[in-house]
């Protein structure tokens, strides 16, 4: 697989548990206090175009300030011709009463301060993937202690309709409000009965406008070295063979507070992309780290998608079956880990019938000095 260290979606932009035990960490930086939570796997689903949700909670054997920068997930797919049903659904910051969607009341804008909690959430496809007794899904919640400058948080949610046509994509961009800092950010796709309907990329970004250059609205992600982004892009991706009339893809931006001088923080991009999943193994890896001078590891993101998101325009993954099954905080190895890492790591898969070469994996580390 090669590797990277460093157009046509639809898209709308919106500017305004004990800890797992798990294998050894990599070695974090700086002074920034997180702690990662996670309560461990939650099983399921069971069931075919079904979904199952997990949260693991900043305030369960936590400081109780505590409030989440990032949301992670890492899901078990089993062995067998299952493996390719079970995906990434969401990965969102939560509230611990209702997720920020607009079947809850939620409109595009800042819809909460302070979130406490990460929600994971896997689906599966349709009756004619199969199931397996294995899949489960395990979340990660990024759980940063507020500092002398970072003393709180905002959500800040935006949705576009779609994708509602087979093999198609939407993509929703979610901007922090002027004056505050990017920390972490969320995907999540809607209802939780269509199983062809899965985010694709979870990733941060900049509003920047158009032209040679520019993160195009958020449609190209942040590189590798790039500093203070201030969006988060979600790409939805629909394998369904019918029409999706009320399919909904959501982005989430986590940012400091309002009224917080951000002005003596940094946070720096860390990027990597692997080429492939071209056919079905064993979820595909690819890990970034903060290194010495980036600071604390505070949230990441993943994707899979048609090519380099970080020069051009997201595009489509190479087959309607490529998926996430996981992006997290881990070693340098890509071993999941709540021991202060300073890696994240992304895992990828594709359907049955294999994917193209054209396919790509990404994973982006957001690493904080000066909180």
Not at 2 to 20: D, H, I, Q, Y
Request: hydrophobic share 30%; with cysteine; aromatic share 4%.
């Amino acid at each position: 697989m090669a590797r990277k260290s460093l157009r046509t979606p639809v898209f709308t932009v919106l500017v305004l548990g004990a800890a797992l035990a798990v294998a050894p960490p990599g070695t974090a930086y700086a002074s920034t206090t997180l702690t990662v939570r996670s309560p461990g796997a939650t099983s399921g689903p069971t069931t075919a175009n079904s979904e199952s949700a997990s949260n693991a909670n900043c305030r369960t054997g936590g400081d109780p300030n505590d409030v989440v920068s990032g949301v992670g997930i890492l899901q078990t797919v089993g062995t067998g011709t299952a493996q390719s049903n079970l995906h990434v659904r969401g990965i969102v910051p939560f509230d611990g009463t209702a997720e920020y969607v607009a079947a809850n009341s939620y409109s595009p804008g800042v819809v909460g301060t302070g979130a406490t909690q990460a929600r994971a959430i896997g689906g599966t496809g349709g009756s004619g993937g199969g199931l397996d007794a294995a899949f489960g899904s395990t979340p990660y919640a990024m759980c940063l202690d507020p500092g002398d400058t970072i003393t709180g948080t905002q959500i800040v949610m935006n949705s576009v309709a779609g994708p509602t046509s087979p093999g198609t994509t939407a993509l929703a961009v979610a901007t922090c409000p002027e004056g505050t800092r990017l920390l972490g950010g969320g995907a999540r796709t809607t209802p939780n009965n269509v199983g062809a309907l899965k985010p694709v990329l979870s990733a941060p970004t900049y509003l920047d406008g158009t032209g040679a250059g520019t993160h195009d609205n958020g449609a190209i992600a942040a590189d590798d070295g790039e500093t203070n982004p201030d969006s988060w892009v979600a790409a939805g991706l629909y394998g369904g063979s019918t029409t999706g009339s009320t399919n909904v893809t959501y982005a989430y931006a986590i940012c400091s507070g309002s009224g917080i001088n951000v002005s003596g923080t940094t946070v720096t991009v860390r990027y990597a992309e692997t080429t492939g999943p071209a056919s079905v193994a064993a979820p595909q890896k690819t890990t970034t780290g903060c290194g010495e001078g980036d600071g604390t590891l505070i949230s990441g993101g993943a994707g899979v998608t048609g090519g380099d998101v970080t020069s051009s325009d997201f595009s489509a993954p190479g087959a309607q079956g490529d998926h996430l099954n996981g992006s997290y905080p881990s070693d340098g190895s890509g071993s999941p880990s709540t021991a202060s890492p300073a890696n994240w790591t992304s895992t990828t898969h594709t359907g049955g019938g294999g994917s193209t070469a054209a396919t790509r994996s990404h994973a982006w580390a957001l690493c904080l000095t000066g909180n």
